[in-house]
C-alpha cells in the first residue's frame, strides 16, 4: 500500500523556516503565529518520525535529518511552483464557452469585442451545443422549448420573435398589410416548438392552404436565406437590435416557451471566468432596454 504524503502545513513550514532559521520571520511570511509554526514543524517530526531541528540554543539550527530533507525537498517545491505558476497563467488567460451557435453568431460575436478591448490577451474557446468537444467548460448557454422551472439556470432571453426580411422583399410584393407575406414564401426554423403557425394566429391569417415555404434545420443558413432575399424569417427580437440588413415591419409577435439559457456558477469560478459573466449579463441588460417589452 502506498504510503500517505506528509502534511503539507508541515512541509511549507519546514521550508519556510528552515529557509530563515527564524521562527518570527516565518510566522510572518506564512501569516499564522509562531507558536502555529512550531506545532506544524512538530507534527511533521512526529509524522516522519525524525528531528528535524536543534532546539535550545539561542539560534535555530538544522539537524543533520533536517539539512537532509531540506536539500531533497527544494527541487520538489521548485516543481510545485513553477506548476502553480502556468496553471494559474492558463486559467488567467483562457475562457471556454459552450452555446448555441446562433447564440454566438446572432448576438455574442457582434458585441465581443467590447470585451476584448478590456481583455486584449484572453484567449476564448467556442464549442457548440451540437459539437461537445470541450473536456472542461466555464460558461455553458443553452435553448429551452418549454415551460418548466430551470434550478441553477438563468433565462438571458425568451423566445419572442417577429418576421424579418430583405427591403428589396418588402418592395417587390408590395408588402403592407400582415395578410401580404403570404404572397411571398415564409422560411421556417425546425425547432421543438413551430413558431410560424403561432405568429400566423396572432395576425389572424387562418387559410394557410397556398403558403410556400422553405425549411431548414439550423439557424445559420436559415437567416443567410432570409438576408438573400428568399423570404421572410420569423427572429427573436434580441436578434434584432442592431440589426442593419434586415427590416421588421410588423410589430406583432409571437412568444414561445422557454428561452436562451445560462448555467450558474456551481463551487468556485475563476476570475476571468466571472468577469466574462458579469460583462455578457452587463450586454443582455442593455439589449433589453430597446427590445419590445414582450420579449423582456
Not at 181 to 195: C, N, S
Request: some cysteine; glycine content about 6%; overall charge positive.
Amino acid at each position: 500500500m502506498a504510503r500517505r504524503l506528509p502534511s503539507f502545513r508541515g512541509v511549507e513550514a519546514f521550508m519556510v523556516t528552515a529557509g530563515s532559521l527564524n521562527l518570527r520571520l516565518a510566522s510572518q511570511k506564512l501569516n499564522i503565529s509562531i507558536s502555529a509554526v512550531s506545532r506544524r514543524i512538530r507534527a511533521l517530526e512526529d509524522e516522519i518520525g525524525t528531528q528535524l531541528f536543534v532546539r535550545g540554543g539561542r539560534k535555530l539550527g538544522l539537524t543533520p535529518a533536517g539539512h537532509h530533507y531540506h536539500r531533497q525537498l527544494l527541487p520538489t517545491l521548485d516543481i510545485i511552483h513553477q506548476a502553480t505558476r502556468s496553471v494559474e497563467a492558463r486559467e488567467r488567460d483562457s475562457i471556454s464557452i459552450l452555446a448555441l451557435p446562433s447564440f454566438v453568431s446572432g448576438w455574442l460575436v457582434p458585441r465581443l469585442d467590447a470585451f476584448r478591448a478590456s481583455h486584449p490577451d484572453i484567449t476564448i474557446e467556442f464549442s457548440t451545443l451540437r459539437k461537445r468537444r470541450l473536456d472542461y467548460t466555464d460558461i455553458i448557454v443553452e435553448p429551452r422549448f418549454d415551460a418548466e422551472n430551470y434550478v441553477g439556470m438563468t433565462r438571458l432571453f425568451r423566445w419572442v420573435s417577429s418576421p424579418v426580411c430583405q427591403p428589396a422583399l418588402m418592395e417587390r410584393h408590395d408588402i403592407r398589410a400582415p395578410g401580404d407575406v403570404t404572397r411571398t414564401t415564409l422560411i421556417d426554423l425546425d425547432a421543438p416548438v413551430a413558431a410560424w403557425p403561432s405568429w400566423l394566429d396572432s395576425a389572424g391569417i387562418f387559410s394557410r392552404d397556398q403558403l410556400r415555404w422553405i425549411k431548414f434545420d439550423t439557424y445559420l443558413p436559415m437567416m443567410s436565406a432570409v438576408r438573400e432575399g428568399l423570404g421572410f424569417g420569423l427572429l427573436p427580437l434580441f436578434y434584432q437590435v442592431g440589426e442593419t440588413q434586415l427590416v421588421t415591419p410588423f410589430d406583432i409577435t409571437t412568444s414561445l416557451p422557454g428561452g436562451v439559457f445560462v448555467r450558474d456558477p456551481t463551487g468556485f469560478e475563476r476570475p476571468i471566468v466571472r468577469r466574462f459573466r458579469e460583462w455578457m449579463m452587463d450586454e443582455i441588460a442593455d439589449t433589453m432596454k430597446v427590445v419590445p417589452p414582450a420579449a423582456a
